[in-house]
């Protein structure tokens, strides 16, 4: 199991810049990708980033590029996210999660540990 809390998220201008913050504990950091996903109300949740162990392999949403940065620490065991020039369409509660593998992966249900989220608001 790995325990996962987000921080970081708040309310922004459009243009603006969040960078939000996850904290995990558990099992060992190497043995597992992790993500971002986020859900907008009356949304499913979507893919925003993911990367792995060493963020040789990192992939974004196509929403996302070139204004979002993965990255993570692992000697602090922390995973970040960081949103730059954001758009109202970013609004959203982000979570941060653990996977179940170590390569990247996209997909929803490979991911088995969720942390509770944090809210992003972008006004326009």
């Known amino acids: 199991q790995v325990q996962l809390v987000e921080s970081g998220g708040g309310l922004v201008q459009a243009g603006g810049s969040l960078r939000l913050s996850c904290a995990t504990s558990g099992r060992t950091a190497s043995d597992y990708a992790m993500g971002w996903f986020r859900q907008a109300p009356g949304m499913e949740r979507e893919f925003v980033a993911v990367?792995?162990?060493?963020?040789?392999?990192?992939h974004y949403a196509e929403s996302v590029k070139g204004r979002f940065t993965i990255s993570r620490e692992n000697a602090k065991n922390t995973l970040y996210l960081q949103m730059n020039n954001l758009k109202p369409e970013d609004t959203a509660v982000y979570y941060c999660a653990a996977s179940k593998y170590a390569i990247p992966t996209m997909e929803f249900d490979n991911y088995d540990n969720w942390g509770q989220g944090t809210q992003v608001t972008v006004s326009s």
């Open positions: 990367t792995d162990w060493t963020m040789t392999n990192r």
